[in-house]
């Protein structure tokens, strides 16, 4: 199926891009998401609108059904304006900066991607008596149409565990290119406590465990619920992050992000601090049980060199699992090497493209897929078995299997 040919779909459809995520009733918007996709949520959405994108501009796609005007299918939409050059080394080199002196447009480029924030969430909302395919088939028609409207040079899709599972065909066949992107991080919590998780680690793992722990001992942790009282200071630490990053750079998380997140039930955070009570590190937590989502951090270079936060900050997500009994861990993206050694698995994702001048699609194709897959990583031994607990049965897998509904 071509991106302009709809199928007939059961029940008459009406499907259209809305005036961001203000314009859609929460409980409704609500009622279509599924296991594994708590990071589509309507409250965690409207915060991300919130946070610095050049360009953003919110677009949710609907399909309402019948005269009651039912909402049956939905995903989140955006435009934002993409510098590729940050895609790789998270800032344009010195000779682009000079080029751009003449024309500030270059290799800058307006994207429409559909996709959630949160990496392994499959961005396709549907009601139980509608299928992914046919949801699909419903809302990549309106996605395209959305963003030839808006005038966008790319249409992204994304993100989707490798080889793209149940959309992959159907976006494959709408004239979409498969794009391999940053992997993900996963981890498989099959432990008892927090001592089994560190016993079950082969000896240099858990000496470099321990290590971790002694070197940010000075540390103390508390998890908070109520955090906006502190949102500018989590802004600040995350502009820290997002200044030294060396991976990709995209948006800015700001103080209004971080203000509406609180008032999230199913967010908190992760404080590390200091003997003087300032705070070293943090990291934003999302609860989607069985997952627990590790969506954002922030730490100065010295606390992350001199104080060991940022590893401590890693095995403090895997003890909070663990402890508060949640099944897997999804840390997300960047920083893939330390999540492998705490004993997390890469897990491969794709987006699916479409660039807005078919006679080239192959070529930006190729293009993308220099630009956006992430640096490899080796696959590291942590646990004495050789692969923690449960690898047979991927978390990845599970949480697509368990989101997509048949």
């Given at each position: 199926?071509?991106?302009?040919?709809?199928?007939a779909?059961?029940?008459e459809?009406?499907?259209?891009?809305?005036d961001?995520?203000?314009?859609?009733a929460?409980?409704e918007?609500?009622?279509?998401v599924?296991p594994?996709?708590g990071?589509?949520?309507?409250?965690?959405?409207?915060?991300w609108?919130?946070?610095?994108?050049?360009?953003?501009?919110?677009?949710?796609?609907?399909?309402?059904?019948?005269?009651?005007?039912r909402?049956?299918?939905?995903?989140?939409?955006?435009?934002y304006?993409?510098?590729?050059?940050?895609?790789?080394?998270?800032?344009?080199?010195?000779?682009?900066?000079?080029?751009r002196?003449?024309?500030?447009?270059?290799?800058?480029f307006?994207?429409?991607?559909?996709?959630?924030?949160?990496?392994?969430?499959?961005?396709?909302?549907?009601?139980?008596?509608?299928?992914?395919a046919?949801a699909?088939?419903?809302?990549?028609?309106?996605?395209?149409?959305?963003?030839?409207?808006?005038e966008?040079?790319v249409?992204?899709?994304?993100?989707?565990?490798?080889?793209?599972g149940?959309?992959?065909?159907i976006?494959e066949?709408?004239?979409l290119?498969?794009?391999?992107?940053?992997?993900?991080?996963?981890?498989?919590?099959g432990f008892?406590?927090?001592?089994?998780?560190?016993?079950?680690?082969?000896a240099s793992?858990r000496?470099?465990?321990?290590?971790?722990?002694?070197?940010?001992?000075?540390l103390?942790?508390?998890?908070?619920?109520?955090?906006?009282?502190?949102?500018?200071?989590?802004?600040?630490?995350?502009r820290?992050?997002?200044?030294?990053?060396?991976?990709?750079?995209?948006?800015?998380?700001?103080?209004?992000?971080?203000?509406?997140?609180?008032?999230?039930?199913?967010l908190?955070?992760?404080?590390?601090?200091?003997?003087d009570g300032?705070?070293?590190?943090?990291?934003?937590?999302?609860d989607?049980?069985?997952?627990?989502?590790?969506?954002?951090?922030?730490?100065?270079e010295?606390?992350?060199?001199?104080e060991?936060a940022?590893?401590?900050?890693?095995?403090?997500?895997?003890?909070?699992?663990?402890?508060?009994?949640?099944?897997?861990?999804?840390?997300?993206?960047?920083?893939v090497a330390p999540?492998?050694?705490?004993?997390?698995?890469?897990?491969?994702?794709?987006?699916?493209?479409?660039?807005?001048?078919p006679?080239?699609?192959?070529?930006?194709?190729?293009?993308?897929?220099?630009?956006?897959?992430?640096?490899?990583?080796?696959?590291r031994?942590?646990f004495?078995?050789?692969?923690?607990?449960?690898?047979?049965?991927?978390?990845?897998?599970?949480?697509?299997q368990?989101s997509?509904?048949?």
């Amino acid at each position: 199926m071509l991106l302009d040919e709809r199928e007939a779909i059961p029940g008459e459809l009406t499907v259209h891009a809305a005036d961001g995520l203000a314009s859609v009733a929460p409980q409704e918007w609500d009622g279509l998401v599924g296991p594994g996709q708590g990071a589509l949520r309507h409250g965690y959405m409207t915060a991300w609108e919130r946070v610095q994108l050049a360009g953003l501009r919110s677009r949710p796609l609907l399909a309402r059904e019948g005269t009651d005007g039912r909402l049956v299918a939905a995903a989140p939409g955006y435009f934002y304006e993409l510098d590729v050059s940050c895609m790789k080394q998270g800032h344009p080199p010195a000779w682009l900066s000079r080029l751009r002196r003449v024309n500030d447009r270059l290799l800058k480029f307006r994207v429409f991607e559909v996709g959630c924030p949160v990496a392994l969430c499959p961005p396709l909302l549907h009601a139980p008596d509608l299928s992914i395919a046919e949801a699909a088939q419903v809302l990549l028609p309106e996605a395209a149409a959305e963003a030839d409207r808006g005038e966008a040079h790319v249409l992204v899709v994304q993100d989707f565990p490798h080889p793209g599972g149940a959309c992959a065909e159907i976006l494959e066949a709408s004239g979409l290119a498969p794009v391999p992107v940053m992997p993900t991080v996963t981890m498989d919590l099959g432990f008892g406590s927090f001592e089994h998780y560190l016993d079950s680690m082969r000896a240099s793992y858990r000496r470099r465990a321990r290590r971790a722990l002694e070197q940010s001992s000075g540390l103390t942790v508390e998890l908070r619920h109520d955090f906006a009282e502190l949102a500018g200071e989590l802004a600040g630490l995350a502009r820290m992050v997002f200044d030294r990053a060396g991976e990709i750079r995209r948006e800015i998380l700001t103080e209004e992000y971080f203000a509406a997140a609180s008032a999230q039930e199913a967010l908190s955070v992760l404080l590390l601090r200091r003997a003087d009570g300032s705070l070293a590190c943090f990291g934003l937590l999302m609860d989607d049980r069985p997952w627990l989502h590790f969506l954002n951090c922030g730490f100065g270079e010295a606390a992350g060199r001199e104080e060991g936060a940022y590893f401590r900050l890693l095995y403090e997500i895997v003890r909070a699992g663990i402890e508060r009994g949640y099944a897997q861990i999804n840390f997300g993206l960047t920083t893939v090497a330390p999540k492998l050694d705490v004993g997390g698995s890469s897990v491969p994702l794709l987006a699916f493209i479409r660039y807005h001048r078919p006679m080239i699609q192959g070529l930006c194709a190729v293009g993308g897929r220099r630009l956006m897959a992430g640096k490899s990583s080796e696959a590291r031994h942590v646990f004495k078995d050789g692969a923690p607990p449960g690898e047979s049965v991927s978390p990845a897998e599970a949480l697509v299997q368990a989101s997509i509904r048949p």
